[in-house]
Nanobody, 126 residues
Framework: QLVLEESGGNSVQPGGSLRLSCVLSRFPLQYYSIGWFRQAPGKEREGVSCISHSDQTYYADSVKGRFTVSRDNGKNTVYLQLNNLKPDDTAVYYC????????????????????RGKGTLVTVSP
């Protein structure tokens, strides 16, 4: 059973930064593409980013230049660095995957991936 666990969410002021972490348990991360999506209250899921198992990275236009995804296979962890945060970034952030050897070709795919964690809340307000 795939288990993904996010952490790092917090409340910050506009312009602030956070680093979210996603740990994959029980399986070696190097064979997995990991996506990040978010869901704000009353809104649909939005794919934010994806990093393929070959280290290709993809971003939604709304976060390009502000968010950075990276992976540390030795720690079985994927990171999402959030910089210059805006109130519109307020949401629960989830990491997700479609499974071993499944690739990702765009950030929008993250919202529909089959396995996801429970999420971590990011709140951006003055």
């Amino acid at each position: 059973q795939l288990v993904l666990e996010e952490s790092g969410g917090n409340s910050v002021q506009p312009g602030g930064s956070l680093r979210l972490s996603c740990v994959l348990s029980r399986f070696p991360l190097q064979y997995y593409s990991i996506g990040w999506f978010r869901q704000a209250p009353g809104k649909e899921r939005e794919g934010v980013s994806c990093i393929s198992h070959s280290d290709q990275t993809y971003y939604a236009d709304s976060v390009k230049g502000r968010f950075t995804v990276s992976r540390d296979n030795g720690k079985n962890t994927v990171y999402l660095q959030l910089n210059n945060l805006k109130p519109d970034d307020t949401a629960v952030y989830y990491c997700a995957t479609n499974g071993e050897y499944e690739d990702c070709g765009g950030a929008d795919e993250a919202a529909g991936m089959n396995y996801r964690g429970k999420g971590t809340l990011v709140t951006v307000s003055p």
